[in-house]
Structures are given as structure tokens and as C-alpha cells.
């Protein structure tokens, strides 16, 4: 059997996506918890005994609540400045009155990375860390199963009130006794969300029939979305929560005289804000939120303001099972934070502390065999003969300064045992499932191994590749390795411990990806063997010996690997679009000099030039793995190539093409200055900053304009006179988009009073998408079933091309605009001075292609952490938040420019006339190789370094976008081959 080169390369993405999705599966693990349901629930230990015979405390059980009523403030994305900071006093006068000068205690309070809502409230009402695929799930979160605090309350009896974000009433679906739930999905609204929530709060707060309420303010987080956190708009949202918050301050204690117990009020957030408003990631925005406790409980403050103490997001939920007098949840890391129970006695700060530590240790033991030797269990048995000896001296009667001074050492001994225990639970987090990640990476591997040695064949003339079917040593070989893979498979899984997805499979899936693997194997091996045999023969491979190595085939090489290998480093990655400009403003210089060589040197055509690059290189071919038979499909040397091509350009045309290297280089300066990304310098003011901010709205309503006109000229050329006006309107239609939700003004308009959801604009927008990219089908299929003409064919992919494009522009935010007219600039004199002229072959051009699409990832303004997802992308045109277009559309707005840089590919390779047929399919291969060698390397060095200490804040998100992008890259090589049907037809005729 035969297979056309796109049809390999597509196959074998698509096995790398399973192999990517078994592995993602495996890598993100599951949180630290409890053995389910042993015992009964809340079994809590007595006071430790004091020694000797005889005397036992009288203290058993749950010491009864510190506080009749708790309510609960969650301010999305509240960042420690916004209360703690100048923004805080100037719009939060009552809450920092009572940091100030009333009875509260105030915290920093650090969220551990993945900084997202759902995530985040897990860790607050558990906590205990959930695990980094949550954020994954973060759409649609089930119904929470672990022990937590709401939980444990409704067991006891209190009656819970809460308003505000459903996702709460997802993960606790009947355990509210009354809720109303807000959908947070539609970001561009900033007062309904919380309205909704404060509407109820007078009538709640005068009635008596609660015991816990919760409100979960979402508007600040949309605002961060929206407009960032230098927005003119939180300040007035800020003092919004100030008012709120004053209210229910004063309605508490104006209950207190009737009620025997104060009540508490605790203030938090459960995330920040990054510089540019939004989160997931770990920067010391993101991560550090506010946490207050008001209650008439405490001490009234004195003395200045100091630095509010770090403490963890988790130390929440004990401090406040402390304060219901509840069990501590059972997957809990956190640690009681000491103050809040400072006014109570010795006796009682010590038993709470006690009854933590033992909740900590046993989670301890349930976690890890060794536990013993664990340094946080010792010093917590040590604190425990203490505090016994402690009660020992307490029960004799003993008062004195001795036992104070004794009670402080034990509640020292007791916190720095929690903190250490709670530290080493935190880092179990990391438990992964090695037996999945290691099918995953096999196959994986097996897929780009099997890559790397079809490489020969793939990019010759035919690009064929031929599939050796049931040879009988193979067959023999392919049920051997089947019954080994079984017998591992059983073993591995019946020994097992902890709880394995791939164990956890279906018996026949399981069979199925063995074979899959059994499989893949074969076909190495044969391939292998066939390279062997065609080594030994006495005939040499004609066609490698003739190519010689120029500087950009050198350098793709060398750009290619050193990238692969920089992917190890934690810095590197963070900053990975400074590899990536490197890379093509590298690759620039050479296309220049290559120019220049074809303009002035090879009019005299030197001979010597080519033997002597081909002596240089030699060497290198040896070492390489997937470029050094890269042949041009014609077979043609290098040289003649060149000279052939230097008649090509004439006159004006030869200055334009040997300055396009120059006008490709400064846009790409420019572009970089539109958006600062990554880590190390992200918070440096760049341009698309000052254009979106308030004052500088005409400036980026010009910019936006002049953008979409470039864009209509640059994509107009090549389509049809139907596509052409729909492609008008379209753009017409995303500036009317703009200006509706107020992005942008009209001439005319001078204040942005009405600003709605711009509903009707966008879908105006959508329809002509879809009218352009139906067009563009239409004529695919036409040229594909009734006539062979290219030249249908060519303008159907530019058609579809350019739909794309429209979608791009409506997506994209408008000072991201420009990154789409470079996108198309440069793609326009590329293809009109570079490509063309210099012929290169499919290969190259691929891997130009790749490059560019990389660097136009991070030119639009992503990185390589969740916070700069766009999310407000997914929610264009939409009333309510629909799950499937959204997650469709943030994606595409995300990866749009390696997406439309691989579809330039497509219309370059099969607009060629000049080209071998063969052409689309190596640009398919080519493109798939490209792929696969960063994902399998990548996915082998996260594996390597999977207890680094930055592998949830750094590898982790680069995993998934790697991931995200090889099912995209999937997508697109289907469509490749697809697109190469006729040619394959042409070649086999
Ligand atoms: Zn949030
Ligand atoms: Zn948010």
C-alpha cells in the first residue's frame, strides 16, 4: 500500500494528538486527598493526654463556634493594592478605616497558580490546591465531592445563604438553603452581575434565618477583562464594594447586642489582576489578594499600619471551621491563621491548634508511606508531648506566669510544625500517573521517529510513501510485542498504588492502543530495514549528492534544533517569542544576502561557489536528522536555480526585492513595540497600552480604520468580485462592532454614551465570514469534482484564506489590528520578492512559513502563561455563553497567527503552477514535522523535569499550549490533504 506524503503526515499528527491527550491526562495530577470515605466523617481526636496515669482531659469534643453569623465577601480579582494600596484609600474610605484604626486583622493572602475563579474558590471552601487541570475543566465544573467547609456546615445544620457567580452553585448544588447565581461568562458587563447580587442583600441581612452567607461580587473581574486595572472604572466599582461592604458591617453590629456571639465578616478575593487585567498565571498580581477579618471580637487596632502578613489562600478554610466550630475538612493544607482566635484562652488556642496539626498529620499518612520520617510529623508529635504536659500543669491548677510562658513555646512548636507539614503536603500536589504519561510519550515518540525516517521518501518527487502490509516476520513481530504490551499492561496495573487513568480504561480501548503501539513500532522497524537495504546497494541516491547546503538551509537547521533545546530552560520559555524574532530577523539577513548574491555575484556564476559550500556542509548533513534531503523537486542544482532565476527580476523591481528584507525587519520592530510579552519585561509600557488607554481613544479608532483599509487592499487582489464587496461590508461591519461596545468612535460620535454588546454587529460580521468562506468552498469543490483547473482551485483556498482573515480582524482587539496587516504585508512581499524569485523548494518555504506563524503567536500579544488567553474573543456575537463557539473562537483568536500563516502555505504551494505536484504534500509533511519535533521533545523534558519548581507556573502552561497546537496543526494538515487531492491524481497519471 501506498500513502501520499499529506496523508502520512496527517495520520501521524492525529496519533500524536491521542499520544499528546493520553499524556496531558497522566501529567496534570489530581490533589492531595483523604482516602475516601473511610472512617466517619469528622472524627476528631480528644486534647492530647497529659502523662502519667490517671488524669485525662475532659475536652473531646469539636470546641463550639467562635461566631453566630459569618459572611463571606468574594470580590473576583480584588489584588492586595486595591485595598492595601493608594487605590484603596482613595476609593475604599470605610474599609480602610477599619484596617486602620477598627477591629479587624488584615492579610495578604497568595493563590497558588492556576489564578482562576473555579480553581480558586475550591482552595478556599477545601483547602486544599486542586489540581492544574482544573483550569481545563474551569468551564463546566461539576459538583464538588471533597470534604469542604460548605459541606461540613450543612451537615452541622447552619443554614447557608449565597449570591453570586454560578460556578458555586455548580460545585455545591444543594446546599444552599436560598441562592440566585449569575453567569460569568459575559465579560463586557460590569454592573448586572453585581446588581444582582446586591438586590438582595437589604432584605437578607434584616432577617435572623441564616448563619452563613456568601456573596461573590464578579463585576472588578470583568473590568480587569475589559479595560485592564488602570481602568478610570475601578474606582467607582471599588467604592461600589466600599459602600457594600459598610452596609453590611453596620447591620451586623447593630444585631450584636441581642446575639450571645459576635459575628464576622471576612473580606477576599480570589485572584488579582495581571498588569493587562486578566489571570491564570503566577505573577505577584495574580497571586496576591487581600484577606480581612472584621469582627467586634477582636482587639481594636493601634499603632500604624503595618505591612499586612503573607499567609496562604488555604489557610481560609480552617481558620474559619475553627470559627463555625466545624471539623477541618479532611483534604485541608492550610493552616489556622493564629490571630483570628488570639482572643480566646490559652487552653482553647492550643486545642485548636492541636486539632489542625492532627487533621495535617493524617492527611500526611494517608499521603505518603514514609511519613514517619517526615520532619513536619515529628515536630508535631514533639508539640504534642508539650501541650500534654502543658494540660498536665493546667489541670493541677497551676496559673501562673510559668504556664503562660510554657503555653507560648507549645503554640510555637504547634505552628511551626503546621507550617512545615502543610509545605510538604503542598508539594504531593505533584503526584503524576507515570504509567500514562509513558504510553503517551511512546507513542508520541513512535510517531516522530517514524517521521524523521519517512523523510527521504515523503519529499522526493513522488512523496510517497510506500506501508510495508504483513511482510511475515512483521506479523509475527507485531503480535509478540501485543502479547508483551498485555502482559505489562496487567502487570503494571494490578501492582499499581495510586490511581492510574490508563489502568482505569476500558480493556478493549487499552488493546486497542497497544496494537496502535505494536504497530507504530513495525513500521519503524521496516522503515529502518528499507533505509539498510538501500544503503547497501551500490547505487548512491543521485539526487542528495547534487544539493548543496545554502546559509538558510543551515540556518533552518540550526533555528530548529537550538529552539527544541532552549525549550529545557525556564527562562527560555517565558520568553520563547525572543527566540522566535531572533529566529526570523536571522532568517531575514540571509534571505538578504541570498538577494544580493542573486542580484550581483552569480552574473559572473562562479563554479567554485558551490563546491565550496558543498565541502563546508558535508559534515553537517551527516549530523542532521530531518533536513539533509531536502531536494528540490525538480532535482536541480542549486546553481542553476539561481542563475536562472537572476533574469527574472528587472529594473525597479530588483531594488524593490533586495529592500524587501529591510521592510520585513522594521515591521517586525514595529510589531514587537504593539505588544510586550512574556514575563521579565511584560510590565513595560508598550504601544498597544497607550493606545488603549481612555485618553488616546481617536488615535485608536484612526489606527483601527486605516488597518482595516490596508487589510481590504491586501486581500482583495486575488478574489472574486462577490467576495470582494462581502469582504467590504465585512470590515465595515467589525469597525461598527468596535464602536458599538465603545472601543472605537465615529467621526462623528464624541462621547461613547450608549455602549451596548454589539450582538448585531458582530453577527453581521459572522455572515459574511460564512458567505466568503462558503464562496471559497464552492469553488474548491468545483474545481475539485468537475473541472481540474488550478487556477478555481487557487482562488477558492485565497477565498477561504481571506474569510479567515475577516474573522481574524472582528476578533482581534483594535490595537491588534496592525498585526494583521503586517501579517498580510509581509506575506504579499515574500511571496512577490522572496519566495518567488529565489524558487525555493516546498521545504524551505514551509519552514519560513512555520517561523513566521510562530513569531506572529507572540507579535498579537501571547505568551506562553494562561493570563494572556483573550477570553472576551470567545464571547463576540454571543448573548449568553455558549460553550462550543466560544471555546471555538478564543481559540482561533488565540493561535490566528500560526493559523493564517498555514494557510498562506496552502494557497502559496497550490497557486504555483511552476511547482512540482507534489508541492502541497511536502509543504504538509514539512509542516507536521515541524510540529511533532518540538511536542516530543518537549513533552520528554517536562517528564525529566517534572519536580522543577516552577512546573506549574512555567512548563505546565507551555504544555498545554503545545498541546492546544498539535490538535490545531492536525486540523490544518487534514485540510492540506484534502486540498492535495488532484495533484496525487496528477502525479499518478
Ligand atoms: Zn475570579
Ligand atoms: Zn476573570
Redesign the pocket.
Known sequence: MRLRSGVLAAGCLLLQALGVAIFLRGFFPLAVRARPRGGPRGESPPEPAPPGPGTVSNWTKIPPPLFKKVVIVLI??LRDDFVFGSKGKQFMPYTTQVIEKGTSYSFIAEAKPPTV?MPRIKALMTGSIPGFIDVVVNLNSPALLDDNLIWQAKTAGKRIIFYGDDTWVKLFPKHFVEYDGTTSFFVSDFTEVDDNVTRHLDRVLKREDWDLLILHYLGL?HI??VTGPNSPLVGPKLREMDNILKKIHISLLSKEGEASLPSLLVVCGDHGMSETGS?GGSSEGEVHTPLLFISSAFEKRSGPLTQPELVQQTDLASTLAVGLGLPISRNSVGNLILPVVGGKTMREQLRFLHLNGFQLSRLLEENTPAYEKDPGYEQFKIAEKSHGNWIKLYLEGNNSEILMNLGKKVLKQYLEALKTLSSSLSKQVAQYDMYSMMVGTVIIMEVLLLLLLSVPKALSSRAEFEVPLSPSLFSLLFYLMCLVLCAVHVIVCTSAESLCYFCSMAWLTALGVMMLISALMCGILSAIGKILENSRLPVKNPVVSSSSWSEVDVLMLAGTIGHVLSLGASSFIEEEHQTWYFLINTLCLALCQELCRNHFLLKECDPQHGTSLKQNFDGIREASDCKNIDVPASGNSKLDKVASSAEFIKGSDKWLSLASPWIILICCRLLRSLNRTGVQWAHRPDFGHWLTSSEHKSELSFLAAVSLVMIFFLVQRRCSLVSKIAMALGLLGVYSYRAAIGNVVFPWQHDSKDISKGITEARFVFVFVLGIVFTGTKDLLKSQVISADSSVKSTGLWEVYSGLVLLAALLFRPHNLPVLVFCLLIQTMMTKYIWRPLKFDAAQITIMHYWFGQAFFYFQGNSNGIATVDVSAGFVGLESYVEIPAIFLTAFATYAGPLLWAIHLLCYLSSEVSRNAAAVGHGCFCYALMRSIPVAIYIVLVTGLRYHLFIWSVFSPKLLYEGVHVFITAAICLFFTAMDQNHSQKVQD
Open positions: 473576583d480579582a475563579t473581574d480587569g477583562h489571570h
